[in-house]
Every structure is written in structure tokens, then in C-alpha cells.
């Protein structure tokens, strides 16, 4: 069976900083590609670099904030001053052997830099220049900074989280950025494969407002198409399913989530109430969310019989439900499952740990990335993505995450 990676013949180019831009090229690097991060040296390089509060002691001060390392495995990284003719003329020799330029930047960055297609289509007419920005490369705010937080609140995030009667919130996630991110690299492998077919490239543009507005999906349709305006519901209840939310056990919580009408059966016969599922207050989904207080009230008395582990046990496979946990909870939990401690390596270690930021290489040396397409192999972990390749028989085979950690810079 090959190890190789379903990307392993990408090349990207990635003028990046923070989240967004950086979480959607670790993707792609961890499926294979490889992944050449571009940093200003004038202003020390990724800001990311120097976000805290949390470092790693002893490290070299450009890789030990945990928060870059969070988004940069999988890379390598060089430093080059764009404003300057012979950063270009690097930039230039590294899209002739690339197959896209990412970027996240201000919307009227990517022209002043030369990193659109009108400009880096006569260097490589095959190239893909894909811009993930705050609000667009063109309109009224093309201009503006933007960050995720700033997303979920416009496009009605707030809105929709948090307990009823409590002063607005945010997500717990910067996930308009990732959803961001995701978003662009998969427009930028769209593009790549339409390249690959034509010969020709293109601007593939993503935006940070965009991709919140669209991941509205349902409640705007429901706003739009029936003038439903949805609002936070308490214990962070589905809008239209139930049971779905969280009910009291005797030590805490679990999360009960029976989207379909089966999962409402195998809940009443594993809580030992066979007789709710005939009873006409809850027999469809319509009844039940008619009655969703009335329901509430006796699945927390008969789930409070039980602790939140001993519901575990009993809906393992049959229901859909889930403990409550905070993050250390979630990788120290020991798995009824398989009787093994689920740990942030226990999947496969990473390829390349995040890159260092040199300031001190040759422009010379920098165009060594240009025809360097060697991984170094550093022991180091945490990668998301499991993939599949195909074995020596056309079968597949699952192989696990990649291997590659955040790049360690070569300048």
C-alpha cells in the first residue's frame, strides 16, 4: 500500500496571516500539498507568531505561541518583502513551479501586491489565485479590516446563541474563519482542476461576511420564505426537532439528539417508557415539539435517575446522544467504546511542525523553495484529516491523518 497523499502533487503559495486564510492551507497540507507560507519580514512575519497568552517554554520565540501552531503544520515558510523587486522576482520563480496562490488580506491588497491574476497570469497562465478577504475585492468596503467575531455579529450570529433572556453571544469558535478557510480551499482545488483541464487559470474569490450570510442556510430560508425569524432557544434546543437538546442527569448533562423518527422509539425503550412513544402527545415530530416543555420536564426526571456516564453505556449505538464536556475533559474522556484515552496525538503524527521565522536568508536562498519539494520528517503531532489511498490491489484503505505538523521555516 502507497502512503502517498491525495495532494501530493499540489503546490500552493500562501500569503497568509492569522486564522482564516492559514486553517484552509494546513487542510490542504495535511491531505499533501505543499504548502510554501510567505511572510513579511518587515513586520515580523505572521501576526500570529506573537498571539498569547498561552507559549510553548523554550521554544524559539517565532514558533512558541500555540495559537500559530494551531493553523501552520503542514508548511514551509519563507520571508520576502513583496514591496521590493526582488521579493517579486522570488515570488515570481515560486508560481512558475505552483499551482495556486492563496491569500487572506484586505480586500485591496491582493492588487497593490501583484497577487491576482492579471498580474501573475503572464508569469504562469495556468496559475490559480484564490483571495479569501473580509468583505470582497470590490464594493464599498473592499477596503475594510475584518475579523470573524465582526461576521457573527452582522450576519445575525448573536442573534441565535446563547440562552434566551442573556445579553447576546458569539460562538465559542472562530468559525466563521474556519468555515472560511474550508470554503477556499475548496474553491481553490475547483479552479486548480479546471486549470488543469484548460490550461487557463483564475481569480477564485471567498469572503468572510459571505460565507457567515451563507451558513445561515435554514433560518434564512425560514425568514425569507415564511418571515420566521428564529431566535436562541434554551438548552441550546434544535429549532424543530425534539428531543434535541440538553436534559439534566444525575451528575450533570447529556445531549439527546433523535433527528429521526427510529431514535425517538430506541430512546423510550432504553429509558424504560415503551408507552411515550404511542402516547398522542408525542407520537410525530409535530406533537412532540408542540410539547416540547411537557417533554422536557419528564426526560430530566428520568434521566436524572442515572449518571451522564451510565446513559453513555446504555445509548451507545442505539441513540444518539452525547456527554457534556469541556476541552480537557474532551481529551482525557476514556472511551466506553474501545477502553482507550483519546489524546490531541493519538491519530498519527504530523509530517512538519510550524515553520520558523528567519529574516536573515539570501534572496538566493529563497529561491531554493522554488525546486525544493523534500519533507523533512519531524516527530511532532496533531493532524485532523484522515484520508484513504489506493493499495497496490485498486482497494482502499484508510491511512490516517497526515503527518506533517506545522512547518519548521526554510528561508
Request: aromatic residues 8%.
Amino acid at each position: 500500500m502507497t502512503d502517498t497523499l491525495p495532494l501530493s502533487d499540489l503546490r500552493v503559495i500562501a500569503v497568509e496571516q492569522y486564522g482564516a486564510g492559514p486553517f484552509g492551507t494546513q487542510l490542504l497540507g495535511d491531505l499533501g500539498a505543499d504548502v510554501i507560507k510567505i511572510e513579511d519580514p518587515r513586520s515580523g512575519g505572521d501576526v500570529s507568531r506573537s498571539v498569547g497568552p498561552h507559549f510553548i517554554d523554550g521554544a524559539e520565540d517565532s514558533v512558541a505561541s500555540l495559537f500559530y501552531q494551531a493553523f501552520n503544520r503542514n508548511k514551509r515558510s519563507a520571508t520576502l518583502d513583496l514591496a521590493r523587486p526582488a521579493g517579486v522576482a522570488v515570488l515570481h520563480d515560486l508560481v512558475k513551479s505552483a499551482d495556486a496562490v492563496a491569500g487572506n488580506l484586505r480586500g485591496d491588497v491582493p492588487a497593490k501586491l501583484g497577487l491576482t491574476y492579471d498580474h501573475l497570469g503572464t508569469v504562469k497562465p495556468s496559475i490559480v489565485c484564490a483571495h479569501l478577504t473580509a468583505y470582497g475585492r470590490d464594493g464599498p468596503r473592499a477596503a475594510w479590516p475584518g475579523y470573524d467575531y465582526l461576521m457573527q455579529a452582522e450576519a445575525g450570529y448573536f442573534a441565535v446563541t446563547g440562552e434566551p433572556g442573556t445579553a447576546p453571544a458569539r460562538m465559542g469558535l472562530s468559525i466563521v474563519d474556519y468555515m472560511a478557510g474550508v470554503t477556499m480551499g475548496l474553491a481553490l482545488l475547483a479552479a486548480v482542476h479546471e486549470a488543469r483541464r484548460t490550461g487557463r487559470g483564475r481569480d477564485v474569490d471567498v469572503s468572510l461576511f459571505d460565507t457567515a450570510l451563507s451558513n445561515l442556510a435554514y433560518l434564512s430560508t425560514w425568514y425569507l420564505g415564511a418571515g420566521h425569524n428564529e431566535g436562541r432557544q434554551p438548552r441550546s434546543v434544535h429549532p424543530s426537532l425534539t428531543p434535541c437538546q440538553l436534559y439534566k442527569t444525575a451528575d450533570g448533562w447529556v445531549y439527546l439528539m433523535c433527528n429521526k423518527e427510529k431514535f425517538w422509539q430506541a430512546l423510550c425503550q432504553a429509558i424504560n417508557r415503551e408507552g411515550w412513544a404511542d402516547d398522542e402527545r408525542f407520537r410525530t415530530f409535530k406533537e412532540r415539539r408542540a410539547n416540547r416543555d411537557l417533554l422536557t420536564e419528564m426526560l430530566d426526571a428520568a434521566l436524572s435517575t442515572r449518571t451522564t456516564a451510565a446513559w453513555m453505556e446504555t445509548f451507545a449505538g442505539r441513540v444518539p446522544a452525547a456527554p457534556l464536556c469541556d476541552v480537557p475533559m474532551r481529551w482525557t474522556i476514556r472511551s466506553s467504546l474501545n477502553g482507550t484515552a483519546s489524546s490531541p496525538g493519538s491519530r498519527r503524527a504530523a509530517r512538519r511542525s510550524a515553520p520558523l521565522l528567519r529574516r536573515s536568508a539570501s534572496e538566493t536562498e529563497r529561491r531554493r523553495l522554488a525546486r525544493h519539494r523534500h519533507w523533512a520528517q519531524t516527530p511532532t503531532r496533531c493532524c485532523p484529516i484522515s484520508v484513504t489511498t489506493r493499495g497496490a490491489s485498486g482497494s482502499y484503505a484508510t491511512t490516517g491523518s497526515s503527518d506533517r505538523t506545522a512547518p519548521r521555516r526554510r528561508d
